[in-house]
């Protein structure tokens, strides 16, 4: 099942953890804010990506099906 | 062992991991105040503060859970198992254990929604999880009342660092939430800070031209 | 297809024109015959429920429910907020939830170049408010509102518009009128249906849409004034006749503010595809196309191109909310994009970090740009910082920004050259482009 991951920019206060928990796909702006992929989750990165959302103090992060 | 003792060996066993569910629900809400202000362990990345909190918090709840256990099983008091969560029914005590109960129940609330957070509402989360800072002073006017330990000697320092280190603690985050910028600010503070000095409020760009 | 134009009217930015204070004085008017203009009235002066009765007819309400969404379909109206989204599938996507819908018309045109929708709903609210009603038979809702800025007196206005409907018995779903802040991000939908349900008028997070969950969690049909108004005439007189204006992929007529250079505005109804020169006294150095989170375009394409989006959109512009400016020659387009920006920076709602982080900081630098000897390396970090807001706030509000930016920087580039060389080509410091003065920024003015 393909998943995307998507954040919530209003929630997202620039905690960083999604970054520090998932650096193959998530990287910090110049501002601590989290740039995330346009496409679809690599399967092996499933199990990262959803730490990563559970992790996040803003609960900012999801893991959603790709449209 | 005789009945006396075994229950002697029960009771103080209830009153030492009270007193550590003391100490380890402390170390969970400074934890917690640190996530939410992004504040950092030396040589730590962020996550490992919040997976502290996390571990420090289920560990608590272990605890916890031994406290209230051996409380029960204590055959010297009688204190039934329904007085663990529904507060003032106990036989003895019903009043400082009845906080227990209360902070207990409190407790529980924050574990489970936690357990489930990423299926329930963000903002249902976050209102329940404010009621840590109402557990906490619950537990300790419950370990200050049912038993005697923690009003004399090392034990009392060890409750009042705990309390300052709670208050001071949480009197520093409520600070910070009032000082934070309002929203409707923050914009007009990053031009503030990002604006070419001497720039007009109502500017109008158009540079003096070279002679010409 | 030949172009037509209305008698413009003078904007109501300037605050001149005529006497708006019901009940219409001189002639009863004609009926519609099918012309030009449709949306604006004939003649002088606005167009009270006796006026619009005589011109059109009462509204059909009673056929709306049935055929309405496919007869816009047939049409191939768009919406004339800015999206230009085909007005039949919001109208489907709501009526498909089968839960008690909501209605809004949207009137709320933060865009300070934009004066089309309070014209519309001065001088034929009665057209919106029939559209109102028809959208609402349409989809089947029973909740209807219609969102304007504060101003006294077109509320006052507008009130006693619904409540001589009422009066007359004309309308089947009540109308309430509701209070927009003077904010840009006001009209944004999420942010119209947080006030609607009596909340500050910020951007939500999407998902969910307010087609889906908006006001009160009910489905929600958001639709500027300007769309309502053209339904209201669609239901009238049909499909064929709507496409009788237009081009067949942009059919219809609109409604466009123009800014011409010696500082004139006015707001006209024109078919798309007219001319850009047959709207604007051109030649300009450049034209500003769509608003603020529109495009500029260089003055001698400008002269070439119709008002239609399969013209502009290759130049990265769009129709969007009508607005056509032409910059007067003695103008510095650096200059009025720096200050269009900055205002733009500063309102935004501040929820996102990306947003405003960004803007200002862009604002920032542009505000050097067009000042005497700016830095050349800071145009990178324009274009960097451009890159790191696209697309990462919950709402458009950086993504039109950054659409402003880009134009500006690549027809200004000749410009943005001397200005580094010290020298500029404008020799007037008076602001062109208008915007509100500065207002206080406190959570209350986002209510």
Redesign the interface.
Known sequence: MERQLRV?PI?C?????CA??LPELITLDEWGYPILPGGPVPRRLHRHARRA???C???ALALTDAA | MTAITQSTALWYASRATGVVSLLLLTLVVILGIA??R?GRLPGL???AV??LHRSVSLLSVLFIAAHVATAVMDPYVSIRAAAVVIPFVSAYQPFWLGLGAVALDLIAALILTSLA??RMP?RA?RGIHWLAYAAWPVALIHGVGASPDLRSGGLRLLAIGCAMAVGGAGLWRLTQRAREM???????A??AV???PG?P??????????AR | MTSSMTRPLPSLARHSGWDRDEPLAGPAETRYLGGMPRLLPPGPGPSGLRTHLARFGAPPLDWAGRGLVAEVQAAGLTGRGGAAFPTYRKLAAVAGYRRPAVVIGNGAEGEPASSKDKTLLWAAPHLVLDGLQLAACAIGSGTAGLYVHRDQRLHQWLAASIAERATAGLDLVPVELIAAPARFLAGEESALASRAAGGPA?PRFKPPRASERGVADRPTLVQNVETLAQLALIARYGAAWFRSAGTTDEPGSMLATLHQADGQVMVVETELGTPIRDLLRLPAPAVLVGGYHGAWIPGELAGRLPLANAALRPLGAAVGAGVLAALPAD??G??ET??VV?YL???????CGP???G???I???L??L???WPRPEIIADVRRWCGLVEGRGACRHPDGTVRLVRSALEVFAAELDQ?IL???A??????FLP?P??LA???A??R
């Open positions: 919530n929630a206060s620039g905690h960083g953890l520090e928990l959302v559970a992790d103090p803003a609960l | 996530v939410n992004q990345p962020a996550f919040t997976g957070r990423a963000r989360w309002p929203r409707a600010e923050r914009a007009a990053v031009l990002n604006e070419p720039s409020a109502r500017p109008s760009f158009v540079p003096d031209r070279e | 910020l103008r510095c650096l200059a720096a200050r900055r920076a500063l309102e935004s709602a501040g929820q947003c405003f982080n803007l200002p900081r604002a920032g630098a505000a050097e067009a000042s005497p200005h010290g020298r500029c404008g020799s007037s410091n008076r602001p915007l003065p500065d920024l406190d959570e003015d986002w």
